[in-house]
């Protein structure tokens, strides 16, 4: 049986996507806002309006490697991102959280929406462990997809950012 | 009915062992399948593990392969409680002998219709 080369499948050499080829802010959006509804709360909402972040951050992320590799990385206030983990883990949180509970739970959200957004991409794709602390430098900054959105009123931004470089551009 | 909840995130670990809980589990938990696999070798073998996929030491594909490969462990209800929702992940996970597959992020309710779909729910709660 012979084939035909149809053109259609992928040369070392193509051009690789960059994640404003593959999604928008509105899947971002979409993904984030199911996952905030299941794991936080029906009446949960993220609202679509950019707020500026306080100087105490912290970030939590995934890597996904795959036809499209970087990371998805969520980052906002650090007393915000400990009223979420209290929010995620409602009756089960316990009366004073540590450090480490507030880190572990604000990286689970990062894996839920980071494999949310793995979904939404070209595959197959691995997925990381989630990793807490300063944010991943954007490598390529038109490899990058963010949203800003407002959660009980404070700011969170979700970025979607390539970990490659730019490829050169070819000499002619 | 006794279930074991092997998940490497702490908070994950606390939102499904609350759940079967109120549901009249008995719950023990492990942070990763090398630990999963330490309760079960001490004879404490559950009706149900719910197992997350990515997980430091040994994942949950690797544990689930584990017990299958051990017929002491047969009757044990495998359910995978993961993101990754790849379509050829799920089919590895269910080659691999997990039972059920379910898809982080979940309400409390799509996790007890997939138990009563495996007929795992106590019976007082299910009547």
Same mark, same amino acid.
């Given at each position: 049986?012979?084939?035909?080369?149809?053109?259609?499948?992928?040369?070392?050499?193509?051009?690789?996507?960059?994640?404003?080829?593959?999604?928008?802010?509105?899947?971002?959006?979409? !993904?984030? $806002?199911?996952?905030?509804?299941? =794991?936080? %709360?029906?009446?949960?909402?993220?609202? &679509?309006?950019? @707020?500026?972040? +306080?100087?105490?951050?912290?970030?939590?992320?995934?890597?996904?490697?795959?036809?499209?590799?970087?990371?998805?990385?969520?980052?906002?206030?650090?007393?915000?991102?400990?009223?979420?983990?209290?929010?995620?883990?409602?009756?089960?949180?316990?009366?004073?959280?540590?450090?480490?509970?507030?880190?572990?739970?604000?990286?689970?959200?990062?894996?839920? !929406?980071? $494999?949310?957004?793995?979904?939404? =991409?070209? %595959?197959?794709?691995?997925?990381?462990? &989630?990793?807490? @602390?300063?944010? +991943?430098?954007?490598?390529?900054?038109?490899?990058?997809?963010?949203?800003?959105?407002?959660?009980?009123?404070?700011?969170?931004?979700?970025?979607?950012?390539?970990?490659?470089?730019?490829?050169?551009?070819?000499?002619? | 009915?006794?279930?074991?909840?092997?998940?490497?995130?702490?908070?994950?670990?606390?939102?499904?062992?609350?759940?079967?809980?109120?549901?009249?589990?008995?719950?023990?938990?492990?942070?990763?399948?090398?630990?999963?696999?330490?309760?079960?070798?001490?004879?404490?073998?559950?009706?149900?593990?719910?197992?997350?996929?990515?997980?430091?030491?040994?994942?949950?594909?690797?544990?689930?392969?584990?017990?299958?490969?051990?017929?002491?462990?047969?009757?044990?209800?495998?359910?995978?409680?993961?993101?990754?929702?790849?379509?050829?992940?799920?089919?590895?996970?269910?080659?691999?002998?997990?039972?059920?597959?379910?898809?982080?992020?979940?309400?409390?309710?799509?996790?007890?219709?997939?138990?009563?779909?495996?007929?795992?729910?106590?019976?007082?709660?299910?009547?």
């Amino acid at each position: 049986m012979t084939s035909t080369d149809t053109g259609q499948r992928r040369r070392g050499t193509d051009v690789r996507p960059v994640i404003t080829d593959l999604m928008d802010e509105d899947t971002i959006l979409a !993904v984030a $806002g199911d996952a905030w509804i299941s =794991l936080v %709360g029906e009446d949960e909402v993220l609202v &679509p309006i950019p @707020g500026d972040l +306080p100087g105490d951050v912290l970030s939590s992320w995934v890597d996904v490697v795959g036809p499209w590799t970087g990371s998805v990385v969520l980052t906002t206030g650090r007393a915000t991102a400990e009223a979420l983990s209290r929010a995620l883990l409602r009756e089960t949180a316990p009366e004073v959280l540590e450090v480490e509970d507030v880190e572990d739970a604000f990286g689970e959200i990062a894996n839920v !929406v980071g $494999g949310s957004i793995k979904a939404a =991409l070209p %595959g197959p794709s691995g997925l990381s462990l &989630p990793q807490v @602390g300063h944010a +991943p430098l954007v490598r390529n900054p038109a490899d990058v997809c963010r949203v800003e959105v407002l959660w009980r009123g404070e700011p969170l931004t979700i970025s979607v950012q390539g970990a490659l470089p730019p490829l050169p551009v070819p000499s002619s | 009915m006794r279930a074991l909840v092997i998940d490497d995130s702490r908070a994950m670990r606390r939102i499904v062992t609350g759940i079967l809980t109120n549901l009249g589990y008995e719950v023990r938990d492990a942070g990763h399948g090398r630990e999963g696999l330490d309760v079960l070798d001490e004879g404490w073998v559950p009706d149900l593990a719910t197992i997350d996929w990515n997980m430091p030491v040994m994942d949950g594909l690797q544990f689930v392969s584990a017990v299958r490969s051990n017929p002491a462990w047969r009757r044990m209800t495998m359910m995978m409680v993961t993101s990754e929702s790849e379509h050829t992940q799920i089919v590895r996970a269910l080659a691999a002998g997990a039972h059920e597959y379910m898809i982080k992020p979940f309400t409390a309710d799509a996790f007890r219709d997939k138990l009563a779909l495996l007929g795992l729910l106590p019976q007082e709660v299910a009547l």
